[in-house]
């Protein structure tokens, strides 16, 4: 029913203009005849405790030195092109992330799922990625885009939920700061 073609693009060092950019909306679905007029795109949404995460080093300490970064989910688009049988969606997610005090040397690996749910909300099809980022004391913030195509049944109506994928302890850690 789905197949996912994840497609990478990261642009580190230039943070803020990437986020810039990030504010331009994506062209919405769209079709030429009137047959295609009858499916509306697949509309994200981001996971309200999954937009945000913070990832400590290993270890026991928790206090604002023992952050290893910071990440949020920006924004999640998708555009469409329209088949006979099915629907080729184009998923933008767009994920920043900050350095902190105990950042590792190397790539930064943050998680983050998608999940295409069905109209009567059941989840139909579920994936979990990685994005690998450069987050260094010199090079402290970076952005990526990932591009990821699905294929879906044109006869179902499906909305995309997306978020960055915490560790029961960070989902935690989350939650208590925003008390």
Sequence with gaps: MTAWNPISRAFPGRAAAVLAA????????????????????PRPFVVGD????????????????????EATLVSANTG????????????????????GPSVEPGR???????????????????QEFVSEMRLTPSNPQSAIREELTLTLSRSGAYTIAVGLKPTPEELNYNRRGRQ
Aim: charged fraction near 20%; proline fraction near 5%.
């Design 22 to 41: 990030l504010a331009l909306p994506l062209a919405a679905c769209g079709g030429s005849s009137e047959r295609d007029t009858d499916y509306a795109c």
């Design 108 to 126: 930064t690996g943050v998680p983050f799922f998608v999940r295409v749910i069905d109209s009567s909300g059941a989840i139909v099809q579920g």
């Design 50 to 69: 999954a937009e945000r995460l913070t990832h400590f080093k290993p270890g026991a300490g928790r206090d604002p030195r023992d952050i290893a970064y």
């Design 80 to 99: 469409c092109k329209l088949t006979k049988a099915s629907v080729e969606v184009t998923l933008i997610v767009r994920i920043a992330a900050s350095a």
